[in-house]
């Protein structure tokens, strides 16, 4: 029984640490089969990983819109902060479906550009720029935040960090973030 309490009060205490440090401990319970086969995500680049996930089916579908796909398949290393299907419908009716059209290629580029980073940025790395501005693929900034040991980009909530790539990392969001 002694030890049982002992087991139980470590795990408690290890939790506390990863949260204390703003670590998200559901990265990992979430970022799907891929993660636990490739922890360390050295077989597929990002393109692979959020094409292959199927809570990214509107940003794969935006990232082939706009010409993306070769440049988030390159060496890198890049950081996506990756807006889910749910984040996308949050957005105004016809937005999406306005952005998807040619003559909108433009603003989709940039759009989605403000969703990526050079460099490979963890969720650890990500507290340390608490109150920062981070510079993103389409020049614009992004402010960094922690709030109730919870991270945010742009006002957009991480609910998901540390998805390891060949090229790069994913941080998922629940919000598309608007310039």
């Not at 957005?91 to 040619?102: A, H, M, Q, R, S």
């Amino acid at each position: 029984m002694k030890k049982k309490i002992k087991r139980i009060i470590t795990l408690v205490m290890m939790l506390s640490l990863f949260n204390i440090l703003g670590i998200n401990c559901y990265a990992y319970s979430k970022a799907g089969d891929l993660s636990q086969k490739d922890p360390e995500g050295k077989s597929q680049d990002i393109v692979d990983v959020i094409s292959n996930d199927p809570r990214f089916k509107t940003l794969t579908t935006a990232l082939k819109s706009a010409g993306l796909i070769d440049t988030l398949k390159g060496k890198g290393p890049f950081t996506v902060f990756a807006p889910t299907d749910e984040a996308f419908a949050k957005l105004p009716k016809g937005t999406v479906e306005n952005l998807l059209k040619p003559e909108n290629k433009d603003a989709l580029t940039k759009l989605l550009t403000y969703h990526v980073t050079p460099g490979k940025l963890k969720a650890s790395e990500i507290v340390e720029l608490n109150g920062k501005d981070l510079k993103m693929l389409n020049g614009g900034k992004a402010k960094i935040e922690i709030k109730d040991r919870e991270g945010y980009i742009d006002g957009a909530k991480i609910i998901v960090t540390d998805i390891m790539t060949k090229n790069g990392i994913i941080h998922v969001i629940d919000t598309v973030m608007m310039e």
